[in-house]
Structures are given as structure tokens and as C-alpha cells.
């Protein structure tokens, strides 16, 4: 199994600034990936992190708004830009080993 | 995007009872998941399930992959306090980690002394 942690934990942010999310996994793995839970919902993919080339977005996200780095097989970054209200949520990391896919504890971020 | 539908959407359930839920969908997956999560924490793997029929024991916590390929269940025996949560299904078409997880809408579990 692999364990993922996330920086910060959570965050109280104004409208219009923005916040990197940081994604650590203890282990090599092949994919990785971001994800929203808004408040009572289910998780949606927001795009799937490739090592050393553009993330591969999903229908309603973009990557002027989420912005995603994945400098090598262990770590990722996912930046909230131009926050609104709408953008509170939780941002879950998630990695991919084998047959199996595994979450970080996530972000719980506020936007004021 | 698709989501599995999860059923029963809640339960409260009295501690010692077994529990049921399961997860339907329009399409045929390879691979069924079964995550727990907790308030506040990012879902934790319970349980996967990998071929037609299989059924897979952790615990007490044992779950099926439906002969259809179309659904799963989980079930949960002799609850206690600490199985409340929220229980997501998620299925994969194809076999490997080269695509990606449709989530179910979620199960919510509340137990009661």
C-alpha cells in the first residue's frame, strides 16, 4: 500500500488569492491524481497528475483554475487560482499502485 | 461525470447489527472498490474486488462483485460504534491503474448504542 500525505491540512483563504496543496507518497508510483468533495457530496476527479508533462483535466476543470506539477513519481502540487466561495471544498491526492488506488488524508479549504 | 448509484443513501443501525449496502451501475467494470471514510480524513481502502462472483472477506467486513459486472455489495457484520461513516463504491473499466475510478454517491452509516 502506499501512504500519501498532503500540506496543508487546511486553509481559510480570501477571494481572488490563490493556494498550492503539496502531495507526498512514501512509495514510487504510476499515477496520480486530484480530486474534489464538496460538502456532502461524492469525489469528482479533477485530472489525472503526469510525471514531467501537462495534467490530463476533466470535463469542468481547466488548467488556468488548477493548475497541477508532477516533478517525479512521488510527489505532486495542485494550486486553487482566483479563488471563490465556490472553490471551498476538500482536495484529495491520490495514488495508484498496482490494481489498487489510495487517498491522502486531504485539504479542507475555506474561501472566504 | 457518471457516478454509481449507492444505496440505501443512510442507515442508523443499532451496535451488533448486520449491515447491507450495495452499488448498481448502467455499465460493466473490471475492478470494484470498497472505501471507508471518516469525518475530516480521505477515504481509506477496505476492500477490492477483481473478478465476476468474487467474494472477499476483511474482517467483518465481506463484499461482492456482482456476475453482471454491473454491481457490488458490502456487508458488515456485528456493528460496532467505530463503522460510522460515510462507505463509497468505486468501479474501474479496465484491469491495471491505466484508468480511472467512478465513485458512488455514498452510503452513510450511523450506529447507535
Known amino acids: 500500500s502506499a501512504v500519501i500525505s498532503q500540506k496543508p491540512s487546511r486553509d481559510i483563504c480570501q477571494r481572488g488569492t490563490s493556494l498550492t496543496i503539496q502531495c507526498q507518497v512514501d512509495?514510487?508510483?504510476?499515477?496520480m491524481f486530484w480530486y474534489r468533495q464538496q460538502p456532502g457530496q461524492s469525489l469528482t476527479l479533477i485530472a489525472t497528475?503526469?510525471?514531467?508533462?501537462?495534467?490530463?483535466?476533466e470535463s469542468g476543470f481547466v488548467i488556468d483554475k488548477f493548475p497541477i506539477s508532477r516533478p517525479n513519481l512521488t510527489f505532486s502540487t495542485l494550486t486553487v487560482s482566483n479563488m471563490s466561495p465556490e472553490d471551498s471544498s476538500i482536495y484529495l491526492c491520490s495514488a495508484a499502485g498496482g490494481d489498487t488506488q489510495y487517498f491522502g488524508p486531504g485539504t479542507r479549504l475555506t474561501v472566504l | 461525470g457518471q457516478q454509481l448509484n449507492q444505496s440505501p443513501q443512510s442507515m442508523f443501525i443499532q451496535e451488533g447489527e448486520d449491515v447491507s449496502m450495495n452499488c448498481t451501475s448502467s455499465?460493466?467494470?473490471?475492478?470494484w472498490l470498497w472505501y471507508k471514510q471518516d469525518p475530516g480524513e480521505g477515504p481509506v481502502l477496505l476492500i477490492a474486488l477483481y473478478k465476476a462472483g468474487e467474494l472477499t472477506s476483511n474482517g467483518r467486513l465481506t463484499a461482492q462483485f456482482g456476475i453482471t459486472r454491473k454491481d457490488s455489495f458490502l456487508n458488515i457484520s456485528a456493528s460496532i460504534p467505530s463503522d460510522v461513516g460515510i462507505y463509497f463504491c468505486a468501479g474501474r473499466h479496465n484491469l491495471g491503474t491505466a484508468s480511472k475510478l467512478t465513485f458512488g454517491t455514498g452510503t452513510r452509516l450511523q450506529v447507535t448504542l
Open positions: 497528475a503526469n510525471q514531467g508533462s501537462e495534467a490530463t483535466y
Open positions: 512509495s514510487q508510483v504510476t499515477m
Open positions: 455499465s460493466i467494470f473490471n475492478t
